[in-house]
């Protein structure tokens, strides 16, 4: 009796909170089924919702007219790897070494400063289980690491150890390899790697292991490593030869470099001291210094730190950059209301509300509190329309998605700027002095697992 009982019980008689079948007649009801319903449907089940959404008045209001623009020549091609954010720092380093040393064109190898920023972070991780090897599985230092043991993301602070620790090569010295232009493979199989590792170096700890015998097993991990990224990406250069030429194209020079006499002669900045990183996050208190824990690229090398501040300080210090011709690190929030025929961010340019018969009224804040947004891509700012009383109109950023609209370029609206940019990264000759004072703060340590941690891609 007991089971038929069970038996009769109506299949949406669900407990509180539950969706009851009183409920899902009622949530069935608020679908009206009419014409525009069953059209919409129809165009939904063929086509992208983007596609359905595009506003067709929007296509109309952008141009490609800037009041001021950085000179910039050629476009780079991350290809299929979240590897924007040092695409963005060598674009933004040989625009300056193009200027200063009349060169008609360089690129610089993305593959080269890869190769290394993979082996660092491999040591990061590593020691990383060396330092909490003490800590539970379960702790969520621990956690944390191992759910993200290697990523090929980064940010700027990562980018400046790298260029300073290693130099850099021009791109005919260790050209792309398909594993760097596709680097998802590659990342896991290092990634499966090192997380066995890491259980091995807990264990080595937990048998009593001493700090001496856990470095040489570390150092054998990373030899590891090494082998997987030569096989897959090359052997980075110690020294090259490497031929200048002016912009008429005659020899200047013919000269033996190693990367770090390379940058040293035609860089010679010092990007871990000479930039400030600006960052605008609504959700915590501005005109502070923030400081994200295990948020590096190197084990010995710095934490991203930022100041964060109101965008209408962000984006003056950017006017001062874009006026004095110089390009500048830049990540936002690409995935939103991007119009990738028309090369264009846009807040208008979908209307989705319409589309959806619902309202999407999120602050930044709120989207930021609620993971809905975030820094996903780096590019390089480049340009910036201003009106007759030098407000902005517009931005242009110079991508890494290869040729396309805009000669590789996207235009952004000042007003999607607000809403979807999230760090800068300026000289500090552009930086007001109160700005710089912040500095001197001791900053506010943030976990590695806040929600602003998210790389560039």
């Not at 010092?270 to 400030?276: A, G, I, R």
């Not at 501040?309 to 990540?331: G, H, R, W």
């Amino acid at each position: 009796m007991g089971a038929l009982a069970i038996a009769l019980v109506p299949a949406f008689a669900a407990p509180k909170g539950g969706i009851s079948a009183d409920m899902l007649d009622r949530l069935s009801a608020t679908y009206q089924n009419t014409t525009a319903d069953r059209a919409l449907r129809n165009a939904a089940a063929t086509v992208s919702l983007d596609k359905l959404a595009l506003n067709a008045a929007a296509r109309n209001t952008a141009d490609n007219n800037f009041s001021h623009r950085v000179p910039s020549k050629g476009i780079t091609n991350q290809e299929r790897s979240g590897r924007c954010w040092l695409f963005t720092g060598l674009n933004v380093l040989r625009a300056q070494m193009m200027k200063e040393h009349d060169l008609p064109k360089l690129e610089l190898s993305q593959c080269y400063n890869f190769f290394y920023d993979q082996l660092e972070k491999s040591n990061l991780f590593l020691q990383g289980m060396i330092d909490y090897a003490d800590r539970p599985m379960d702790d969520k230092m621990v956690d944390w690491l191992f759910r993200h043991p290697l990523n090929d993301g980064g940010q700027y602070t990562g980018l400046a150890d790298n260029l300073s620790k290693y130099g850099v090569v021009p791109s005919e010295v260790m050209a792309e390899t398909f594993s760097s232009n596709n680097t998802d493979r590659l990342r896991s199989l290092i990634s499966l790697r090192l997380r066995e590792d890491g259980l091995r170096l807990r264990r080595m700890k937990a048998d009593g292991a001493s700090d001496k015998q856990l470095a040489v097993a570390k150092e054998e991990m990373l030899g590891e490593v090494y082998r997987m990224l030569a096989r897959t990406l090359g052997v980075p250069p110690s020294e090259f030869t490497w031929t200048r030429r002016d912009s008429d194209g005659k020899v200047v020079s013919t000269k033996k470099y190693t990367p770090q006499s390379f940058y040293k002669e035609f860089a010679g900045n010092d990007l871990k001291h000479n930039y400030v990183m600006l960052m605008n996050d609504p959700t915590r208190e501005y005109h502070k210094l923030y400081e994200i824990d295990f948020d590096r690229h190197t084990y010995d090398g710095d934490n991203w730190t930022y100041i964060n501040l109101p965008m209408d300080e962000i984006k003056a210090m950017a006017v001062k950059s874009i006026k004095d011709s110089t390009a500048m690190y830049f990540s936002c929030d690409v995935g939103k209301f991007l119009d990738r025929d028309r090369g264009v961010l846009d807040m208008d340019a979908f209307d989705y509300e319409s589309l959806m018969g619902t309202p999407f009224t999120m602050d930044k804040a709120d989207r930021i509190r609620t993971y809905a947004s975030g820094s996903s891509h780096a590019m390089t700012l480049v340009a910036v329309d201003l009106d007759q009383e030098g407000k902005p109109l517009k931005w242009m950023v110079e991508n890494s998605w290869g040729p396309g609209a805009n000669d590789g370029h996207l235009i952004i609206t000042d007003p999607w700027m607000d809403e979807y940019m999230f760090r800068l990264v300026v000289e500090k000759k552009y930086v007001p002095a109160e700005t710089l004072k912040i500095l001197k703060q001791k900053p506010v340590m943030l976990p590695a697992w806040d929600p602003m941690f998210a790389p560039d891609m």
